[in-house]
């Protein structure tokens, strides 16, 4: 085999294993997606309470049913202005390999069905997302959906955050890095 054939053997894997279904929702006027298995729940308006002294995209944390959760505001992790809460705005609830989350969205768009081969890979662009942060890019319904990778998304550093501000400890842990 030749390696334009071995790269693009590796590119049709790499798009079967993302299709599968998602979970779309809105940043301001972009549509993104995230893998239903990592999605626990949605949630509506609820309070949230902030943490002192912790990165800017930490909005504070919620009480789910006796447990804390912390709650990451997306816009403004990707450089956007901040999530204003209104009547759509949504908790989405995420289990990462490392933690138990919310993410906070303005709203929440519907569970679709992405196929291979209307997933290509994240092209080169400029923008507030960092293309590490993308599984590929989702083409349905004459829409275009930006799926996210919720393990890339959140760093190491947003985890010890989360995990100090979902403990209440409200110190800001980039300073203990």
Request: charged share 25%.
């Amino acid at each position: 085999m030749n390696n334009a054939n071995a790269v693009k053997n590796d590119q049709s894997a790499n798009a079967d294993s993302r299709a599968g279904k998602y979970l779309t929702f809105f940043l301001a006027s972009e549509e993104y997606g995230v893998e239903i298995l990592k999605v626990q729940e949605i949630i509506g308006r609820m309070p949230i309470t902030p943490v002192p002294l912790t990165s800017r995209y930490i909005r504070g944390v919620i009480n789910l049913r006796g447990k804390i959760h912390p709650i990451m505001d997306l816009k403004i992790k990707f450089g956007m202005e901040e999530t204003q809460i209104t009547d759509e705005t949504c908790i989405i609830v995420i289990k990462t390999t490392s933690m138990m989350m919310g993410i906070l969205v303005d709203k929440v768009s519907e569970v679709i069905n992405i196929a291979s081969g209307d997933i290509e890979d994240t092209p080169s662009f400029g923008g507030d997302v960092n293309p590490e942060y993308l599984l590929g890019v989702g083409k349905t319904g004459g829409r275009v959906r930006l799926l996210l990778d919720i393990e890339k998304v959140i760093t190491a550093s947003d985890i010890i955050n989360m995990k100090k501000a979902a403990a209440g400890e409200g110190k800001d842990a980039m300073a203990e890095l």
